[in-house]
């Protein structure tokens, strides 16, 4: 079992940054790959980025493509999210999530989960 802690969430105007913290509890992180979900209100949760167990290969979703970075630190265990040019859109809670192998995507595939952490964008 993997614990994991969002944090780095907040309010910004749209056109701002903010960069997103996943800690993870276990020193086995980096058999981890690891991804960022969000959910919007009255919206299923979706897909925004996804690592790699090495951060070798990296997988985002469209609507976040140019904008968002996910990088990970296999030293301390943490995984980010630099999110730049946000917009309103972009307002949801979002989630860290680990899992053990599987579609990069699909969040089924993802075996732990953070209490989330909650990023409003106002216009």
């Known amino acids: 079992q993997v614990q994991l802690v969002e944090s780095g969430g907040g309010s910004v105007q749209a056109g701002g940054s903010l960069r997103l913290s996943c800690a993870a509890s276990k020193r086995t992180f980096t058999t981890y790959t690891m991804g960022w979900f969000r959910q919007a209100p009255g919206k299923e949760r979706e897909f925004v980025a996804a690592?790699?167990?090495?951060?070798?290969?990296?997988s985002y979703a469209d609507s976040v493509k140019g904008r968002f970075t996910i990088s990970r630190d296999n030293a301390k265990n943490t995984m980010y999210l630099q999110m730049n040019s946000l917009k309103p859109e972009d307002t949801a809670v979002y989630y860290c999530?680990?899992?053990?192998?599987?579609?990069?995507?699909?969040?089924?595939?993802?075996?732990?989960w953070g209490q989330g952490t909650q990023v409003t964008v106002s216009s």
């Open positions: 999530a680990a899992q053990n192998g599987g579609v990069m995507a699909d969040q089924s595939a993802y075996n732990f």
């Open positions: 690592s790699t167990r090495t951060g070798s290969a990296t």
